[in-house]
């Protein structure tokens, strides 16, 4: 079992960036992905960004090329890097193992991009 906390939220500005954090209760060095979801009022949720042990990445289209995940094994915490934020990026964030396993699911954490 693990709790997951995600952390780093926030009112934006289009344009603008956030870094999200998400901090796990043990260690995830055994758990091979690891990844973000995100899920906007009145849609499903749908996972942003992956990122495996060995460091390799997947990403979203709608996200490629401005959100960038990363882990650090050492410190139990998993990141994304949002930049060029836009109205449709506004969402609860969550981060889970890649496929996600129910009972990890923690609070999220709100990101909202608005003028």
């Known amino acids: 079992q693990v709790q997951l906390v995600e952390s780093g939220g926030g009112l934006v500005q289009p344009g603008g960036s956030l870094r999200l954090s998400c901090a796990a209760s043990r260690s995830i060095s055994s758990i091979y992905g690891m990844a973000w979801y995100r899920q906007a009022p009145g849609k499903e949720r749908e996972r942003v960004a992956s990122i495996t042990n060995g460091g390799r990445r997947n990403y979203a289209d709608s996200v490629k090329g401005r959100f960038t995940i990363s882990r650090n094994n050492a410190n139990n915490t998993v990141y994304l890097q949002m930049h060029s934020l836009n109205p449709e990026d506004t969402a609860v964030y969550y981060c889970?193992?890649?496929?996600?396993?129910?009972?990890?699911w923690g609070q999220g954490t709100q990101v909202t991009v608005s003028s």
């Open positions: 889970n193992s890649a496929p996600p396993i129910y009972r990890y």
